[in-house]
Every structure is written in structure tokens, then in C-alpha cells.
């Protein structure tokens, strides 16, 4: 009913409750994340009279809450750009503080490292000096541990800021479940109480501060959050519930990664990384800035080292020894064995300081192939399985394993100090700085001419290189103890095989026939011809030839060929033939008197021992000489001619005795010659015939072995051969005494015979021993390898005493030859002569342009070259340049420096590497400097960003503002609206009540 | 557009923090002095004040150096001025003894004033710098760069090694002089000194006997090592000898030389010495003894060879040859062999170790083989020849003045005259090493002058990076001070307004 008290009323009500709305909007002008609230009024249902229809009033539809969807959501991105602005320039600017000092930075350490040293250089002997030098590495030792400290606790700090960042998310997650849980009591938005929304919002905008997120509304006003952006698929809140995320490392390293997962108690996802929000911005400052400062430090750290302790060792400290190392870097690894179900233990070491692994390594041991897989960010590195299980090597880290692994057992190798952090001085005595050269250069007094040479040093990276083909001894036999059997084709142009300098007892044996043309040449790199056959001008040329890594400049030169004793090259003999050498070996034994278990010393004698001898009967109708007289040598004695009268076999028997002839008529006493034939029989067909030195052997068809046997030793007078038991089902036909050495024909009707074996001749073998504490040495003479394949003996290459050089073997001829080779390093002489750049030399002018090496200690030729002036001459690790043409019968000896004192080459030397390129193509104060500029850079880059983020942020907001926040002006104006507006409605109702009144007084 | 009241008071308090912060900034700077608070503020000015001052450090050193090269350089022209002093006195002590109007008197005062200045020489050339360090012996230079031997002979002790300092960052200044090249050798004309007159120039039959030079000195029988006659060397130079258990006795003896034309090469001739003796038991005879007449001034590395056999006619022969120095009485062996008569030469060919002057012994000898009682020694030597290697003969510095003081003793005008060629070239090796220390003093120097002004420039430079200037911060500081008094002026202003003050 339309009547005006009621319109009046419904009008005071709404105007009521628009000015409570008012007074709250005024209440909450302060409020965090308020949104203004406006009253919605509308008019009331119309009333139809007739034809027209009368107004009812207003009422209140609805209280709106001022809102814009849109908006807030940009200003919940642009809120995630900015802060992710903050803690990255925060924290950057640290790192930069730290590293870019005025006072504490590494370039000062480093500069007064070198400063030191340039002094050190005026005066090279003085003690105060060395000091300063000893006390600036140290004070740099200890730059590069705080600075290294100082990176670490950044680092550690923002992790742990991470850490509480990752707690809040996860804390708003939670309160933003609850608000969802009460949201979905409505089902409208519209129907829910704004101040719930509110909350939701203020939440969101928290979240959005910490990170990206994508946020979904629904219908009733329920979010659900994606942790990451829209559409990642990481959902953090639902309707429903949360999930949560946390952080975990890979390692101990305060600078290391940091993995988000989600669910960390349940299904454990990681999670990609995120660059928005503070969370973002501490995940991009960890990895983009502390973990490259960090290793760009330790890299420094690393190569600074390497290159001080490489050059210090090349000189000679004041005692006249070889400098050690000036720093040390120990780099310790953390094992995260979580991942294994086996029982082992892992031992780390550190061999190789150049190449360490920065990142986390994950190993992982597999059954099938008894192999462990090495994974560096799940990049598997295939060399390291090739390595034998247990006990490999992998980027400058030495594991050795103990125990049984179980398949898949992975474990994690993580550094825990970095090498800035270890880098410490290893040297502490002044007299130890190594600043002299350690070898001299000294014109003979009598040189005709003035000319003043210059002495200086290879680096082991610029020396010569070796021989490029052949295949190495070490390659071959790699831990050098045990035998390796090998074929190798022959080549006159390249050698066989390459010993490897400090080479102990090498051993190289040949299988070459008694018929091949096979020869074995041995020479050094400067073409000094130290073993094997004489030959021509042409050949040498060939053999030398510089692709195969001889020294172009160096003449071939056999003045040391197959020379033994003080004769001999370097007083090394190389030998060739087949050499027995008495073996000393330690066997254990029980002790008589005390029952203990000693070891005792015996030494066995020297034996060679040939293969078959290779079966030859001489048909041509006249004696044959096989070997030539002084073809071949025994015991340094030469043998005289083998013959073979016509019709007859060559037999092991009958080259014994030709050695024994030889051995009686040289007077050798002490050396013994064996022969022996011997055919094991495995198995018998007694169908068969069997025939042995033309005597027909007699059994049964059905016989057996033992009875084979007896029938072969009934005759055994007649044919020379007995047969013997050599295990339960195998017996041997050997020889009768008397006939040691005989061949053994066998002989049948058929080509097979009751022995399972073919017919024909079968020959023995020989054994040459010697007396104890001597050697056997059957070499060539005059002779060829072939020579020594005649008499069934292999040809192989003995070097007395290790030489530091390499010597090229090769085999010429035709064909391919068998080999076998054993050997092992020699233990490395630490003697300072020995670790020489080059033992002790002279080098003589023998003509204007032709030079000769001499060794001082042996006085052998090492090496004779063509001269080139002005070309600087090289010599293992020295290089000597002249100011003039030098002339014939200058000499110039080199020797070690036998008073370090008032040198300073090698400080010179030292002090060159500050200004060099080391590390990618800039010195190391550059690279420091360009590393602190490198993280400034980022910081201020960062800045201009944030500028630029800050005014859109702020864009965002005023929009924001400007529709939902709350105007006292604004407020004020509407209170009054809405007061007047009361009053009027109040004045309907007095109006209408005055009506009334007026209604009620008519009589 | 509508403003929030929040809106605008946060606006407000933001952009007043702003100010405050640069007016702060610019308050630490006008504080401390320097354009930068933390290095972070401006990365890369950061790094350039750390390469500019590392390079001033480095400067400096390089200055510190520079000096320690200029006093070290001092002493050496003072010791080289002293040392072309003295040799200018011995120049005019030679010119006025070349003179043969002097007597022997004479010239002995001469040789001692000049065995004087010799000696203050040789301590001249081992002078040490501060720290006592050798300065003329290169980089050996904790041992005297020259020493005396037992015979007061001189040689040079040090390397050869040029020591070089770094003056600036690009150059390297080789700082020592090189004692065998400041007191250095004279080239002299190669006129080859045979030991006496050569076999060539005897006739054959004519005279029988060698050269009259050649002393010779009859056989002897010795069971022990010594020959009679003659200052004898050490005994073990002899070859070993297996000894009869009583000196034998001699009964009798001969002994003979000629020439003879089957030299070694062609045209040339041969001395043979024979001795014949019978002995009674087994024994050893030596003899002859040949002994060449002096060959004077050898210097080092002089070759001497010769070629030596011995014929069919002879037992088995010990031959033996040595260098004796006439005034040490040292002896250098040449040729040390026992040769079986197989009639073919033998050559050798060694090098003078020792400056002097010298007489050349040869001495064979034999031992009774078969032991019957005879013995028959034959030994031809071939032509005896004193080469210099290539172009010159070098004698050493402290050779020359001693050869001068044995011409002086030996009132040799001829040969003082020589030497005093020989003592100008000394005084201009002298010199030339004066004026290249002078050299080096004057570019120290300059180089101390280059690295001052490098010193100031980059000194400058970092001023410029790192100061401020006053004026500028000053004014800066007073425009931001001014906006911030008006952004807070102007805020409580604003902030008053507010429309309910006007609503009664």
C-alpha cells in the first residue's frame, strides 16, 4: 500500500543505513586492503492503481563493495615485480661492498703479492726481502679466505631469508584456506560479507609480494592460488586445502643450490624456478650473482695457484734445490649417502687441482656392468665408467670405494670448503723463495768470439711434443706390471712402439721366423741410433724422417749402435737378442729356531728359453751354414758358424750342442744348455697306426692309454722317446735319456695317428741358463732377428737403466710380427739433477753451422744438428738464443746453477705473470676487477628496473586507490547527502503523521 | 582523477623518505670526503679507483727500485773510474819504460809500481755493493768475481748472466756490468809459437840431432819414478809400472836421436829417440828425455798436437808427454800410452788450460817383456805445432799486465813495446764499460723522472674518481635540502585540509 508513512519509513531506513555505510567507509579510511562500500538503493515495487502506478519507496538492494577485478590483479603482478627488485639489489650490493672494497679487496693482495716480488728482484739475496715476499703471500692467503668467508655468510643469509619467505607463503596459504572454507558457505558473490573479501584480498596481495601467483576466482568467490603464475599447475590452494611448499639443498655449500619442492612430506615435486616475488628474487640473486661470484673467486683462486706453484717450482731456491710449492688449495668433499641400501664407504682425494667439480655429482653404482655412472646436473660423463669398478678417477677427484655397493645405491659428492676458502701458504722459510734459474750458461774461456748467449725455459706445455705415432709402452701396459701381447704391422717409416721416458725395465720381445726379413731399429728422438742392424744412408733418412716426431734439425748418427758399457749411449746400453736376467724373489718361510714367518731373499738364475725350434730339413744337396759366424753373440762372446750337413734336420739337440761347442770354446764356464722334446697326448684312437723315428709301435686296437704307454716304453731304446704320465688323463712323449733335444717323428699310414696328432716332425726347445748373480745375453752380433728365429729364440729390445727420453722402436720389413711387453715406470728421481729443465750439457761448434749436444756426465753425443741462427736452439727444457753467429769450436756449457744467490730470473718470471692473460685472456687482478664490475653491473641494472617497476606499481595502486580506497573529502560530502536526505524522509513521516492527526480530529 | 586520503598520505611519506635519503647520501659524502660511500653505489667507479690505485702502489715500487739500481750503478762508476784511472798510470809507465834509454833498474821500479796497481785492480774488480754482493761477477754474485791461484794467476769467476730489474711497467733494465767483459781480453795476431824450431827445417843427415832448442837428456834406469837431471813432476803421472824386486843394474847402455823423412804428414820429418840397455834382473828404462825450448805467452785455449809411434824395431814403448809451466812448474799431460811397435802414428790434439809460458817434454820408456835382460826403445814424435784457434790469440786482461812484468824483469824492449798496444786496448774496453754505466745512470734518471710524472697524473686521476669537489656537493646538498623543506612544508599544509573542518 502506497501510503506516504510507510514511504517515509522505508526512506529513513535506507537513508540510515547509507550513512552507517558512510560512518563505516570514515571507521576504515585506514584500514589495510579496505575497499569502499556504497549503498546500492533502488526503488520499491510500484503499487498499481487503475491505470497508474504510485511509487512505494526505496530500499536497499544491495551494499556494494567497490571492486575491480582487473585491477587488483595488476597490482597484484606488478607487485610481484617489484618485490623481487628488493632483496636481489639488497643483497647484490652486499656482495659488491664486500668484493669491491677500496681497502679489502683481492687486487690489493694480489698487486702486493707481486710488488713484493718486484723487489725482491733488485736484490735477490737479501733475507728481509724474502720476508716481505713470504709475509705478502700470506696476507693473500688469508684475503682470499675472508673474502671467500664474507661471500659464504651472504649466502647463508639469504637462504635463511629464503626460508622464512617460504614459511609465510605458506602460513598466508593457510589463512587463505580458512577464508576459503567460510566463502563457501554462500554460494554468490555477490552474497558474501565484504570484509571476508577484503581479507581474501589483503591475503592475495601478501602472497603476490612473495611470489608469482595465478590466481582463480570462482563463482562464490572461492580462489584458488597457483603458486608460480596462471596456468603453472602448482596449486597451492584450493577450495579445499594447501599444499606446501619448501626448500631444499643439494649441499652444505652456503652458496649452493636450492630446489623448491612442493609436498615435501608427500609426493615431493620440484618445482621449476620462478623469478617474481621476494622468493623469485632471492632464487635469481643466489644463482645468477653469489654462485658466480662465488666460483668466479674460487676460479681465480685456483689458477693463481696453479700458475705460482708452477713457475716457483722451475727455479732454485738459496740452498741450490728446486723451489716447492708457494700455495696449496685442499678442497674437502661432502658424501650424501641417503640414497643406498649397500654398505660401503667412500674415500675422496684430490690429485688434480686444476679440474674439480663446483656443482654436485651424483654417482650411481649399477649391477649389471659393475660399473658407477657419474651424472654432473644429470649430465652423465661416460668416461668415468670405463674405469675399473671401485677405484676411479673423475675430473681431478681420485674414489676409491670399499665394500659391496648395491644396485642404484647413489650417492652425492658436494664440495664443502671451496678452494678460496683453503687456499693456504705451503712455504714458510725466506731461503726457500725460489728466485733464481736453476741452470747456468758458460762460454768456454777459449771461445774465439764474444757472442753472448741467452739461457732460458721451456714450460712442460712448450716443449716438444715426442713421437706422435707408434703406440705408446705406457698406453699399452697401463699400470706397467704385466704382460701384454699385441701384433703390430711393420713400418719403415713409423714406429712400432714408443718407450716412454723413466721407463723402467722395459721389455719388448718380437716373434720373428727364422725366414723373415724382419728388422727391429731402436733410436732416440734426436736420431741417435742406439740398437739394431747397420744401415744405410737411404734407410736412416726414412726411419728419421720428422712426421714421426724425430727433430728435424738432428743428423742421424750411429756412433752409439748396439755400444755397451761407458761406450754405451748415456752409459745405457740398448740391446737386442734374448737377455735372462738373475731374478731376485722374496719367498716366506718359517723360521726353525722361533717358529716366526721371515721373509728370505733367493735369487734364481738367469735362463733364456726359446720356443719350438722351427723344423727344417736341408734338401739342397750341400752343407748349409743357417748362421754365419758372428752373426750372434753369447755373454759378450762371439759364436761361430751353425751348419747343417745335407739330409739332415735342424733339431734342438743339435743347436744345443753347437752352443755347447761354442760355450767350451770360449771359456765360458757357468752357462748350461738344455734341450728337450716334448708332445702331450691327450687322447688316443689306437684304429689307428702309429709310427714313432721309424719304429713301428705295437697294441691292441681296443688298448687304452696306459696300455699306448707301456707299448711306446717298450721301445724306447730303439726309438729315443719315452712316454710319461703328465696328469690323470694326458701323457707326454719326451725324450730318452741320451736323446734330450732329438726331434720326434711321428709316422703312420694315415695322415692323423693313434695319438690324435697329424705325422711329422715335432722339434723341442732350449734353455740357456746362466750362473746365479750373472745375466744370459744371447744378442745379435752381426747378424739379423731372423738369425736368432732360426734357432727358435724370440728378438727383443732391453734397455739397461731408464732413460729420461723416449726411444722409438721399429720394426721394418714385411709383414706383421707378435709381440709381448712388459715393463714399469721407474720410481722418478727427485734429485735435483735429475728434475733439471736438462741434465747438465755442452754444446760445440764442430763447424760454423753444425752443432753437437754432449752430455756432461756420460760424455756422449746426444744429439748433432744443422745450426740456424736466429732461431733459438732447444734442448729438452732449455732454450738458448745467440746475439751472433757463433763460430767454429765455440762451446757453451750448461750446467746447474751452483749459486742460486744472486740470481733473479726466476722471481722475473714470476713477476711476468702479473701482467700475462691466464685467465680468459685477462690478468688476474683484471679478472677480479672485471668479476666485482660484472656483479655491480647487475646490481645497477637491477635498480634502473626497479625504477621503472615502481612507477607501474604505483600506477597500479593509485588505479586501485582511486576506485576502492576511501576519500574522507568524498565521505563528508556524501554524509551530508545522506543526512539531508534523512531528514527529509524524517519530515515525510512527521508529515504524514501531522495527516493523520489532521485525519483523526474531523467530527 | 580521485586520490584516496591513504592514498595520498603514503604518496606523501614516500617521496619525503626519498629525499631524506639523498639528502643523507649527500651528507656522508660532504662527511667522508669521497664521491663513493660504498663501493656498491657505482660498481664500475669502484673498480676503476681499484686499478688506479694499484697502479700507484706499483709506482712507487717501481720507484723504490729505482733507486736501489741508482746507488748500485754509483758504485760501479766509481769502481770502473778508479780502475780507467789506473790504467791511464799504467799506460804511462809503459810509454816511458818502452823507451830503451831505461836500464834494467829502471825498469824493475817501474814493474813494481806497476805490480802495485795491479794488485788494487784486482780488488777493483771484486768490489761489492752494500749488501756484499760481487758486482762484476753477473748473477754469481755471492763469490768473488775474480780469483787468484796459488801462482797469482787471475781468472774470472762469475756467469755471464745479464741481471735484469724492471724499472716500469713495459722495460726491463739490464743493471751489471759483466767482469770479463769490463776487465776483458785483447786480440792478438795469430803467429803460431812452435817449441823451438820445427824438424822440417833440419836436413836430413846433416844434422843428425834435433834442433839445438831441444834439450836432451840421456837415458836413465829407474825402478822408481824420478829422472835425474831435471825438475821432475809427480810421480804418478808416470804410467804404473810393475817393479823388479832390486834396482836393477845397468850393464851397459846406448843412446841416440835423428831425423828421419817418414813424418806423419807428407814433407814432413821425424825425431826418434833410441835407447838401448841391458839390465841385469828385469827392470824399467825411461829415456830419453826430450825437453822443447820455451814457447812463450800461450794462452788459453791454444791447441798444441802432435803425432807419435812406435816402429817395429823397439819393444813395447811407454810414451809420455806433458806441458811444463817454466815459472810454476805446474805440468799439463798431453799424451800418457803404451804403445806396442806396431809402426802406426798416433795423434793428439789438447787444449792450453793455463795462460804462461812453457816447455813441452817428451819422455819414452820401456820394460823388459821377455826378461831377458835387453832392452830396445824406439819412439818416433811427428811435427810439434802450437795452433791458436780461430782468428786471434785472446790473452786475458791480468795476463797481459803480468806478461808486462815479466818483459819489464826480463828487460825486453821489444816485447814491453808490444804490450803497450795491448794495454791501450785495455784502457778502452775500460772505458767503453764506463761510459755504458754512465748510460744507464743518466736513463735511471730519466726514467725517475718519467715515473713521477706518471706518479702525479695518476694520482690526479683518482682525485678526479674519487674526491669530491666541495662546491658541487654544497650546492647539491642545499637544492635537495631546500625540495625536502618544501615537500614538508607543503604536506603539512595539505594534510589540514580536510572537508569536515567546514561541516558544522
Redesign the interface.
Known sequence: MSDFLSIGASAVNVYRQAIATTSNNIAN??TEGYS?QGVNVGESYPTQIASYFIGTGSTVNSIQRSYDEFVERSLRDSASDLQATTPFIEY???I??I????TA?L??AI??FF?AS??L???P??IPLRNEVVSSGQALASRFNTLSTQIDAVGTESRDRLGAALEEVNNLAGQLLSINKQLGRNSEKSKQPPQLMDQRDLILRKLSGLSTIGVTESSNGQVSVNFGGAGRGFEIVTSSGVREIAMVSDSADPTGDVQLVIDPRGSKQPLPLLSGGEVGGLLTFRNEVAKVARDGLDHIAVQFANKVNEVHRQGFDLNGDFGQDFFRITPSYSINSEAVSGTFSVDVKVVDQTDLPTDPTKMMYRESTQSWLVYTDSQLHPEAELSVANNFSFRGLALSISGTPEDADTIILSPKNRAADTFTMELRDPRRVAA??PM???????????V??A?SYLLPSERSSGFDSGARFSQLVPNLSSNTNLSLTTSSVRPAIVIDANTSAPTLVFDIGPNSDQQVQVLTAESVHLAGTVITGSEAAQLVASDAGFNAGAAYNSEYLNQTGSNAYLDTAVRLGAIGKTITEVVPEIDSASGDLLSRQIQLPPAISSKVVPSYTNSSGSEVTLIDAGDLTLNGQSLGALTLPSTEALSAAKISAWLKSEISASGQTGLVVNAKTDILVAGIDATQTLEINDVSIDYDVYADMTEMLTAINAVSGQTGVRAEWDSETAFRLTNAAGFEGENIVLGGTDSVTALNLSTGSYSGRLVVTGEVGEEVALTLGAGQPSDLGQIGFYTGVYVDKPLNEELAVFVTGTGSVGSAISGRAANVDQSSVAQLPASPYKLTFTSDDIYTITDTATDTVVSKRLFEFGVPIEYRGTSISFSEKP?K?DEFSVSANA?P?????NI?AL?EWS?RPIISGQTF?EAY??L??G???R??MSELQREALQVVY?QA??TR??S???????E??N??RFQQAYQAAAQVIQAAQKSFDTLLQIR | ???????FFS?SITQMQRQQTKVAQLQTQLGTGSQLV???D???K??T???L??AI??QS??S??LD??ESRLGIEEVALRSVNDLMQRVSQLTISAASDTLTAIDRKIVAAEIEGIRDELFNLANTQDF?G?YIF???????PAFIKDEYNRV??NG????????VS?NR?MTINNIGA?VF?YVNRDPSSATFGASFTSNEIGGSPSPPAEWVVSSAQHVSGGVIAGFSSPEDDIYPEESLGTDDPTVSSSNFATSITNNGYGTDEHALTMNTTATLDPYGIVRGPVLVAAEAKNIS??DRVSLSYKVPTNSDSADVMVYLLNTKTGESQPVVNNTLTADDTWHEIDI?VEVYGDYKLVIVGGAYDADGNGEVNVNVQIGEVRVER????Q?A?YFQVLDELLSDLGANDGDAIRKRLDEVGDLVDNNSIALSETAGRSATIASQKMVLEESQLRLRMMLSGEKDIDYSIAVTELSKEALALEALQASFAKISQL???DY?R
Open positions: 579510511v585506514n569502499k647484490t650490493n652486499r659488491v661492498d668484493m669491491g672494497s677500496e679487496n687486487t690489493n698487486e702486493a710488488n718486484r723487489s728482484s733488485v736484490d739475496g737479501s733464481s734459474e747456468t750458461l758458460m762460454p768456454a774461456p777459449a771461445n774465439s768470439s764474444d753472448s748467449a739461457l763460430k769450436g749459486s744467490g744472486g740470481n733473479n730470473k722475473l713477476i701482467k687482478s676487477l672485471d666485482v664490475s656483479v655491480g653491473s646490481s645497477s604505483d595502486y593509485n586507490e582511486e576502492s580506497g576511501v576519500n574522507l573529502d568524498d563528508a560530502a554524509l551530508i | 582523477m580521485k586520490i584516496s586520503t591513504a592514498q604518496n660504498n663501493p656498491s657505482d660498481a664500475s669502484a673498480s679507483i681499484n686499478r690505485n694499484s702502489e706499483r715500487v717501481f723504490a727500485s736501489a739500481v749488501s754482493h761477477a753477473g748473477s754469481k754474485s755471492t763469490e781468472t774470472y756467469d755471464y748472466a745479464s741481471m735484469k730489474v724492471g711497467e726491463d767483459r776483458s788459453v785455449g787444449s784457434p780461430g782468428e786471434y785472446r786475458d580536510s572537508l569536515f561541516i
